[in-house]
């Protein structure tokens, strides 16, 4: 099949979970035998900034706007408008921005599937003539899709409810990371076992105002380690930075074998966030074997289930009891590590793969070919999958 993908911003991916989602997404497609169109925009990929085509992966840019509110929409008009000529049998769009371009591709005869990461009108960032620019492209996934797809059961659950439409749960995939010695970490002074680990962009749904006081409140030697960069709010990572003391560590962006090296030797991940589609950063703790502490919003509980910890969404008197009642414990963060590893094997990518693959050969009516052998799925991986080089973050 010849499938394009539209609305993220490009690959390989520096940061984001949609760009990772697709990236790894493309490159597995590809290497079953698919001919993948990625749609680029030039702002995000910079100097490496060339259409390219290869084993099946093709990279192609189309204009944009390059502002905070026409960016996306204005590169994925015009990115519909090219697929619409090249004919492709899957037009596949990722988030709810970019869907509202939906139905020009379904009215030129395209079959339309439509991945919701998040209800991103929910961020905190857009005002409200965005917010309900993004509305109308939800409205427009549920009008256009031939299949429509939510990286989470409340997703799926939220459309049926809303909309009346049949909608899929096909979760994010975890990309597999090896297990690091302490090296890097030492130059900010962070010890092995003596931190607390975050991972995520400074925007406030990332809930970061949570958990720097609850931290703060707690009598440990332990240091509360944050990786990520800033969002388009200058003004709140800058209150983050004023609420933290000494044991509080900002990283900035960290490329992917940091993380790794950091996740290897966490005592405690934590994901503090009011608003979440399905965290890829959380898969990716929990695949490591790192105990996990959320929120307790929908979207964290049904990753975790009963293989991490949970706390009361918003509520910092509860996150700092919880957390002083669990960093010490070895045993049971231990065990807790077992549980998570074990809980993350629905969300392993060739699993993903299948039912993506599967959803595209229905949503356009042909007959799936027979299942490849998973060994030359693999060999064909080796190379084709390797990690992005940059923080897996989620951007809306």
Known sequence: MKIAMLGQKGIPAHSGGIEQHVDVLSKHLAARGHEVIDYCRRSYCGRDATSTNDGGLRRIFRPSIPTKHLDAITHTF??????????ADIVHYHALGPAALGPLARLAGLPVVVTVHGLDWQRAKWGALAKRCIQFGERMAAASAGKLI?????????????????????????????HRPPERMLQYGIEPRKFLFSVSRLVPEKGLHYLIPA?????????????????????????LREMAGDRVVFLGPADRDFVAELFSHAQLFILPSDLEGMSIALLEAMNMGVPVLVSNIPENVCVVEDAGFTFRAGDIEHLRKVLGDIIHDSA?????????????????WPVVVDQLEQTYYECCGK??????????????????????????IEEG
Do not use: C, W
């Open 150 to 178: 939510g990286v989470s059961p409340i997703l799926k659950r939220y459309f049926e409810e809303n909309y009346g439409v049949e909608a899929e749960f096909i979760p994010n995939g975890v990309m597999p990371m090896q």
């Open 78 to 87: 015009a990115s519909t408008l090219d697929v619409i000529l090249r004919r």
């Open 215 to 239: 931290f703060e409140s707690l009598d440990t030697d332990f240091k509360l380690v944050i990786a990520g960069g800033g969002g388009f709010d200058a003004d709140y990572e800058h209150r």
């Open 332 to 348: 049971q963060l231990a065990e807790f590590g077992r549980r998570a590893s074990e809980r993350v094997a629905p969300f392993q």
């Open 367 to 392: 007959t799936p070919k027979a299942t490849p052998d998973p060994a030359e799925i693999e060999n064909s991986l080796q190379a084709a999958t390797d990690a992005p080089d940059a923080l897996p």
